[in-house]
């Protein structure tokens, strides 16, 4: 089994002024170093990922790390939660996300072949200033 690399995202911070409105959409975060990073995930992904409405209104926040297993095509086969933001909305809403992905694979992976990588996702809120 390889293991290929570990996905960091950046914090993706939603103001607290949308505590009782509707989540923007995680790309309308303020620019920062880490946003290429971001951008080039959400173009691997067809989903998009926003904040869980629940979660928003009660203020969760914390640190999704999941450990993923990715098949020859690039896709996830197997996720496994190797830390938990302690919300179960929140982790749930980074693997559904993450399911819409397809991963960069070694050229050389066979049919069959997996490889192990590390995705994790930072949920901050901030208020406004």
């Known amino acids: ?8 995202l950046p914090v993706l911070v ?3 002024a949308y505590a009782t409105e509707t989540p923007p959409p995680a790309t309308a975060i303020d620019p920062t170093p880490d946003s290429q990073i971001f951008a ?3 173009s691997m992904c067809t989903g998009k990922m926003t904040y869980p409405s629940l979660a928003l209104r009660r203020g969760a926040e914390g640190i999704t790390k999941l ?4 098949n020859e095509k690039g896709k996830m ?5 190797l830390h938990s933001s302690g919300h179960v909305d929140l982790d749930q809403a980074v693997i559904n996300f993450v399911e819409t992905c397809t991963f960069p694979v070694p050229k050389d992976m066979k049919a069959g072949e997996k ?5 994790q996702w930072i949920w901050k809120l901030v208020d406004p200033k």
């Open 67 to 70: 450990e993923l297993e990715i």
């Open 1 to 8: 089994m390889k293991s290929i690399f570990w996905l960091v």
């Open 115 to 119: 490889v192990h990588s590390k995705f």
């Open 40 to 42: 080039k995930t959400q």
């Open 14 to 16: 939603i103001s607290a």
């Open 77 to 81: 086969s197997d996720v496994n939660v």
